[in-house]
């Protein structure tokens, strides 16, 4: 089934370590955005890339990395996880930078 | 003053009643608009894509853009407890290199049977 798949769905962790969470998309989609998700905030975006081999930052980026090796990966990383960046997580992609935007199913992190 | 203003609700209504959810934004400049419905524990998905003003329709669900008010409106016809979701705009300028969405807080609505 085409669409996007993030792992984990949840996770616990303790504050300090190092957490990698992945995106993958099967759809051939150029771009790619992780959004955090806060009640009250909304939807708000880490980090995109445009096409594969490009990153950029977004509106929340620090604290967080990512890379794009290839069209169809995009893991983001916390070097160091902190109690504030507990939130769920959603990874997207579209065709093209204005295209619509396609959600995976999010992943759920506490950060203790 | 945030780009776009989305009243966060909650909205709750009866079966079958006609729903109202609305944005307004700032930026003259955003040429595409979207509504995104998103239910409890899962991502988002679009539900209507619109672009400059005018209505677009699908099913029971309508998408109303007024540029000159900078105002969107989702209209949802016969409301459905399946409808229970929370409701997200969101738009874009497509002009010049800086091509993001801006997000709606989004509307959470209640259909009750």
């Known amino acids: 089934i085409a669409g996007i798949t993030q792992a984990p769905t949840s996770q616990i962790l303790a504050a300090g370590r190092r957490m990698t969470l992945r995106c993958t998309q099967d759809?051939?989609?150029?771009?790619m955005y992780w959004y955090r998700q806060d009640l009250g905030l909304g939807l708000r975006l880490i980090h995109y890339?445009?096409?594969?081999?490009?990153?950029g930052k977004g509106e929340v980026p620090d604290g967080y990395s990512v890379s794009r090796a290839n069209t169809d990966d995009f893991p983001l990383t916390l070097a160091s996880a902190v109690p504030s960046q507990t939130s769920v997580y959603f990874c997207?992609?579209?065709?093209?930078?204005?295209?619509?935007?396609?959600f995976g199913p999010g992943t759920r992190l506490t950060v203790l | 003053q945030k780009e776009v203003e989305q009243d966060p609700g909650p909205l709750s209504v009866p079966e079958g009643a006609i729903v109202s959810l609305n944005c307004t934004y700032s930026?003259?400049?955003?040429?595409?608009f979207m509504w995104y419905r998103q239910y409890s524990r899962k991502g988002p998905e679009l539900l209507m894509y619109?672009?400059s003003s005018g209505n677009k329709e699908d099913g029971r669900f309508t998408a109303q853009v007024d540029k000159s008010s900078k105002y969107i409106s989702l209209f949802i016809r016969d409301s459905q407890p399946s409808d229970s979701a929370t409701y997200l705009c969101?738009?874009?300028?497509?002009?010049?290199?800086?091509?993001?969405?801006?997000w709606g807080l989004g509307t959470s609505l209640a259909v009750n049977p």
């Open positions: 930026n003259s400049a955003f040429q595409y």
């Open positions: 890339s445009n096409t594969a081999g490009t990153t």
């Open positions: 997207a992609s579209s065709a093209g930078a204005s295209d619509t935007q396609y």
């Open positions: 969101a738009m874009i300028n497509n002009a010049g290199n800086n091509r993001k969405l801006i």
């Open positions: 759809m051939r989609h150029n771009a």
């Open positions: 619109t672009y």
